[in-house]
């Protein structure tokens, strides 16, 4: 599987941005998917992720009510939209997917990923 994340940019604080992430290739079963984020001098860390079915979520407390991850099966595309934006959010996201046979389960960490995409920048001004 293939992952290709776009959509990031330069924002002042309190403006929004919409990221997608692109999977593409064979699965050998369906994959939860989830966006993790690295800004500079940090270790990675899990933002959202969304199960296979689409039915379950969970978020980084810090990003609850601000940020919403979603998903398109028929494309193949997960997103995430992010809004009310703080200069706290600038970091490099990434998005990943984890195989599982569960379309209610979610990944909570980076142990639970097989694929990761390259990073979008998002910074964030103040």
């Known amino acids: 599987v293939q992952l290709q994340a776009s959509g990031g940019g330069l924002v002042q604080a309190g403006g929004s941005l919409s990221l997608s992430c692109a999977a593409s290739?064979?699965?050998?079963?369906?994959?939860?998917m989830g966006w993790f984020r690295q800004a500079p001098g940090k270790d990675r860390e899990f933002v959202a992720a969304i199960s296979w079915s689409g039915g379950n979520t969970y978020y980084l407390d810090s990003v609850k009510g601000r940020f919403t991850i979603s998903k398109d099966n028929a494309k193949n595309t997960v997103y995430l939209q992010l809004n009310s934006l703080i200069p706290e959010d600038t970091a490099v996201y990434y998005c990943?997917?984890?195989?599982?046979?569960?379309?209610?389960?979610?990944?909570?960490?980076?142990?639970?990923?097989?694929?990761w995409g390259k990073g979008t920048q998002v910074t964030v001004s103040s």
């Open positions: 990943a997917a984890g195989l599982t046979s569960d379309g209610d389960y979610i990944p909570k960490s980076a142990y639970g990923m097989d694929y």
């Open positions: 290739g064979r699965a050998r079963s369906g994959y939860a």
